[in-house]
Each structure stands twice: as C-alpha cells, then as structure tokens.
C-alpha cells in the first residue's frame, strides 16, 4: 500500500516539475541575470508558483511569455514601471 501512495506522489510531482522552471535555470534559459529575475520577481512581473526551502518556481509558459514581452517593450523604450503598468496595470 505505500509503495503505491509513493508511486502516486512522484508521478504528481513529476507534472508539476514539467509545468515550472526554477529561477536558476531561467538564468541559464534565457540568458539573463539573477539579479534580473530578482527584480522583476520583486517588481511583481515574474510570479513566484511555489517555493520549496530557498528555490522559488515559477510556470515555465508564463515565464517564457512575460520575458518575451518584457524584452519587447524594453526595446521600445519602455521603463520598467511603465512595463509594469502595461503587463499588470500597476
């Protein structure tokens, strides 16, 4: 009976784990800082999913498409705030 509560938990966890990606592996990704994803984390542009101990995860499709227009609109000229207030009307 364990056995097959533990086999459940895992496939649980292995969908999860497909749906996030983990903010160190958004560095290596998409080619960008840290401290970038600590500020737009922090600015409220990336949503932290869940954190497990220090290792904060966010969904992977969001992640992709918030960078993708974060990086367009920056192009343009936008500031950060303005950015900000396009992508979540802060």
Do not use: W
């Not at 459940?8 to 800082?33: P, Y």
């Amino acid at each position: 009976m364990a056995k097959i509560d533990k086999n459940r938990k895992n496939r649980k966890n292995r969908g999860r784990t497909n749906m996030v990606i983990s903010a160190r592996e958004i560095v290596d990704r998409f080619n960008i800082s840290y401290q970038i994803v600590n500020r737009y984390t922090d600015f409220g542009l990336l949503q932290v999913a869940f954190k497990k101990g220090t290792v904060r995860f966010y969904n992977r499709n969001e992640v992709k498409s918030r960078l993708t227009k974060i990086a367009k609109l920056a192009r343009e000229g936008y500031s950060l705030r303005l950015i900000r207030r396009k992508l979540i009307g802060l």
